[in-house]
């Protein structure tokens, strides 16, 4: 079993920037592959970002690329999101998962942090 706790949300004017972590408990978190997730209301979950666990091989959204950053520190059992240059169709709940596999599909990870919310304001 992963335990994962995001935090790092909040109200932030379009143009800023927040930076998203996410602690992992548990099993080692090297192990596993990464992801960020966002859920808008009224929308389907949608893919943010992926990590792979070792390597660090990133992979993104295309409408991400450019302004979010994925990244890892193994040594302190946490990912990071870091978003820049916020919009208002950036705000949504986010979400980290973990799973066996690098994956911008969200049934490819098995365990799921509760979300952190982002709003955007213009």
């Known amino acids: 079993q992963v335990q994962l706790v995001e935090s790092g949300g909040g109200l932030v004017q379009a143009g800023g920037s927040l930076r998203l972590s996410c602690a992992a408990s548990?099993?080692?978190?090297?192990?596993?592959?990464m992801g960020w997730f966002r859920q808008a209301p009224g929308k389907e979950r949608e893919f943010v970002a992926a990590?792979?666990?070792?390597?660090?091989?990133?992979y993104y959204a295309d409408s991400m690329k450019g302004r979010f950053t994925i990244s890892r520190d193994n040594a302190k059992n946490t990912g990071y999101l870091q978003m820049n240059s916020l919009q208002p169709e950036d705000t949504a709940v986010y979400y980290c998962?973990?799973?066996?596999?690098?994956?911008?599909?969200?049934?490819?990870?098995?365990?799921w942090g509760q979300g952190t919310q982002v709003t955007v304001s213009s």
């Open positions: 548990g099993r080692a978190f090297s192990n596993y592959a």
């Open positions: 998962a973990a799973g066996t596999v690098v994956a911008g599909v969200a049934n490819m990870y098995d365990y």
């Open positions: 990590i792979a666990g070792t390597t660090g091989g990133t």
